[in-house]
C-alpha cells in the first residue's frame, strides 16, 4: 500500500536526478564508517559509543520509544557518522573545516572526478574516451565493478557498483546512476564526433575538448534550465544571475555550508516514492518504490531498463516541494535487504543533524543575513512562515532563536514562481553566483585560455537535457521544457522527435589546418 498522498508538481521526475547530479558536482561531505584502533567497524548505538568514545558517533539519532515507525521495531538509535574535518596547523585558531570529497566548481567532476589521478583512472587513454562497460545488450554504462573487486559501502546486496568521477554518489540511486551513465555516454559521444572531424587530433586534446563542452553542457543546463525552476526567473534576472558572465576574481566560488548541507536539501522533499520504467507507448511497465531502489543499481544495464527509466522520469509528474520528505524516503532509506533487524533511516532526521554537525547558524540568523527582519519571537516569523506552523515550531522549540534552518526553510512559503521560500531562494542564488561570476573557466567566459569562440558558444546554448537524451539514448520523443510534464495525448506538438529536431552539430570545432592545436 502506498502511504503517501502527496501533491504533484507541474515539473517531471527528471528535475530531481538532475539536481542530485549538480548537488554532488559542488559537494560531499566525507562520514566514513568509524573503526577501533584494528580496523574493525565500530557500531556507534552501542550504549558506550554512543556519545564520547569516538567523535563521529557524536551524532548518532536516538529514536523515542512512542516513534510512530522506529517504535515498532524497537529501534531506539540510528547510527549516522559526523563530517571529517581538516587538521589546522596554523597559530591562530580558526573554526572547523569540513572536508569536501568534490570539486566545489559546477565543472561535472561527478563524470570526471575531482583530481588529476582519479581522472587518469577513469579515462581510456585514447580516441579521447571515458572507460566504460558494456550491457548484454551492447548498451554503454559506467565502468562495472563487481562487489569481488570493490566491497560496497552501503549494502552488500548490490551486485554491481559503477565507478564514476563521485565514487561516495555514484552508487547511491537508480536517478543518480543513470545521470552518470547519461553524461558517460555524452562524452564518448562527442569524443566520436569530434575525432572524425579532426582525426589528427591527439587523445588529450579530444578528451579536453570533450570535457569542455560537457561541462558547458551541465552549466548551461544548469543557469537556464535547472535554476529559474528552483529560484524563479524573476529573482534570477535580479541577482544578476542572467547577466554577461564577467570573470571577478575577487568572488569565492566555494561551496558554502549553508548551501550544501541546508538550502540544496530542501530538494530532498521532491523525491517520489517510485521511479517509474515506461515504455515507448507511455505504458509504466514496472515501478520500483524508494525502499528498493537505493539498492537496485544492477537494473539499470538490464534490457531497455535505461530508456524506460528516463522515459518514466520525463513522463511521470514530480513531487511538489513541501515541508516533509516523502513516507519511505524519511523512514526507511536504505535498508538492508534479508537482515530481520530493521535498519532503514530518515533523510529528514539526518539533514537536521548534518546541519549541527557542521555548525550551521539558525535559521533566524540566516533569514537576516538575507535581509529580512531579526524575529524576537515566534510570532514575528509569520512575514515568511505559516501561522499553523509557527505553532508547531514553538511547540518543538525553546527559543526562536533555536529553529534549525534546515526546519525554517522548508517551513517557509514559496516565493513567487519558485519552488522554495525566500532564505533557501537566497542561499542558491548566492552559490549559484559564485560558481558562475568566481569561475574563470565558465562556460561563457570569454577572453581566458581556452574560452569558446563566438560559434562554438553558439552551439553549445543550444544543447538542452533533451538533446543530451536523444543523443545518447534510445527514448524517441522528449520536450523542449525538459523539466516539464507534458501530456503527450493534450499537447502532442510539445513533444518533439529525437531524429528529427535534436541533432547536434559540431563543426565550430572543426580545424581547417591539420596543424592547428587548440
Ligand atoms: C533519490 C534522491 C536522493 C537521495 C536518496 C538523497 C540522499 C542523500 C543522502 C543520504 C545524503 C547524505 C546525508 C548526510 O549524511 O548528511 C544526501 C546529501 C545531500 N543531498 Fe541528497 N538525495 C537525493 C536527492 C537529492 C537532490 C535532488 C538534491 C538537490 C538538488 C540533493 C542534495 C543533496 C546535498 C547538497 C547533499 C549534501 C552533500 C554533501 O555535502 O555531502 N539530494 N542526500
Ligand atoms: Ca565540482
Not at 56 to 66: E, F, H, M, R, S
Not at 371 to 395: C, M, Q, R, S, T
Not at 458 to 464: A, D, E, G, N, V
Request: aromatic share 12%.
Amino acid at each position: 500500500m502506498n502511504r503517501e498522498i502527496y501533491r504533484v508538481d507541474e515539473n517531471n521526475v527528471l528535475l530531481l536526478p538532475f539536481g542530485q547530479l549538480l548537488a554532488h558536482d559542488i559537494s560531499g561531505l566525507p562520514n566514513d564508517l568509524v573503526s577501533d584502533e584494528n580496523g574493525n567497524a565500530i557500531d556507534c548505538c552501542l550504549t558506550e559509543n554512543k556519545i564520547k568514545k569516538y567523535t563521529q558517533c557524536q551524532i548518532v539519532l536516538v529514536n523515542l520509544p512512542d516513534d510512530p515507525v522506529y517504535g515498532v521495531y524497537n529501534k531506539t538509535c540510528t547510527p549516522i557518522f559526523r563530517s571529517l574535518t581538516s587538521r589546522n596547523y596554523s597559530c591562530p585558531l580558526y573554526p572547523t573545516t569540513f572536508i569536501n570529497d568534490n570539486s566545489h566548481f559546477i565543472d561535472a567532476s561527478e563524470v570526471y572526478g575531482s583530481n588529476e589521478n582519479y581522472a587518469k583512472h577513469l579515462r581510456v587513454m585514447e580516441g579521447g574516451r571515458l572507460k566504460f562497460s558494456v550491457s548484454n545488450n551492447g548498451q554503454m554504462f559506467c565502468p562495472f565493478l563487481t562487489n569481488q573487486n570493490k566491497e560496497s559501502t552501503r549494502n552488500n546486496n548490490i551486485h554491481i557498483e559503477y565507478d564514476t568521477g563521485d565514487p561516495s554518489n555514484g552508487n547511491q540511486n537508480l536517478g543518480i546512476t543513470a545521470m552518470q551513465t547519461l553524461f558517460l555516454r555524452f562524452h564518448n559521444y562527442i569524443a566520436f564526433k569530434l575525432s572524425s572531424l579532426n582525426p589528427f587530433w591527439s587523445d588529450e586534446i579530444i578528451y579536453q575538448e570533450s570535457r569542455k563542452i560537457v561541462i558547458g553542457t551541465i552549466q548551461r543546463i544548469a543557469y537556464e534550465d535547472f535554476l529559474p525552476i528552483i529560484i524563479g526567473d524573476d529573482f534570477q534576472e535580479i541577482y544578476g544571475l542572467n547577466e554577461a558572465n564577467i570573470y571577478d576574481p575577487t568572488i569565492n566560488p566555494s561551496t558554502s555550508l549553508e548551501f550544501s548541507s541546508a538550502a540544496s536539501r530542501v530538494l530532498h522533499a521532491i523525491i517520489p516514492v517510485e521511479f517509474n520504467f515506461m515504455n515507448k507507448d507511455y505504458e509504466i511497465e514496472n515501478s520500483i518504490k524508494i525502499t528498493d531502489w537505493t539498492t537496485k543499481s544492477d537494473l539499470i544495464p538490464l534490457g531497455d531498463n535505461f530508456d524506460k527509466l528516463l522515459k518514466g522520469f520525463i513522463e511521470t509528474p514530480g513531487r511538489m516541494v513541501q515541508p516533509s520528505y516523502n513516507f519511505y524516503i524519511s523512514n526507511y532509506m536504505f535498508p538492508v535487504p534479508n537482515n530481520p533487524q530493521y535498519t532503514g533511516r530518515d533523510l529528514l532526521a539526518i539533514d537536521i543533524a548534518r546541519g549541527r554537525d557542521v555548525g550551521l547558524q539558525p535559521y533566524n540568523k540566516i533569514r537576516h543575513f538575507c535581509g529580512y527582519p531579526l524575529a524576537k519571537n515566534f510570532e514575528d516569523l509569520v512575514d515568511l512562515i505559516h501561522i499553523k506552523d509557527i505553532i508547531k515550531l514553538k511547540n518543538n522549540y525553546y527559543s526562536v532563536n533555536d529553529i534549525d534552518l534546515m526546519v525554517g526553510i522548508l517551513l517557509e512559503k514559496h516565493s513567487d514562481g519558485a519552488i522554495v521560500g525566500p532564505t533557501a531562494r537566497c542561499i542558491i542564488a548566492d552559490a549559484f553566483y559564485r560558481y558562475k561570476v568566481g569561475d574563470r573557466f565558465f562556460y561563457d567566459v570569454q577572453g581566458q585560455p581556452g574560452s569558446f569562440t563566438e560559434d562554438q558558444l553558439k552551439m553549445i546554448k543550444k544543447i538542452t537535457l533533451g538533446h543530451v537524451i536523444c543523443a545518447t539514448t534510445n527514448v524517441d520523443h522528449v520536450q523542449k521544457d525538459i523539466f516539464k510534464t507534458i501530456d503527450h495525448n493534450l499537447f502532442p506538438t510539445f513533444k518533439m522527435k529525437c531524429d528529427d529536431e535534436f541533432d547536434l552539430n559540431f563543426k565550430a570545432w572543426k580545424k581547417v589546418n591539420d596543424h592547428t592545436e587548440l
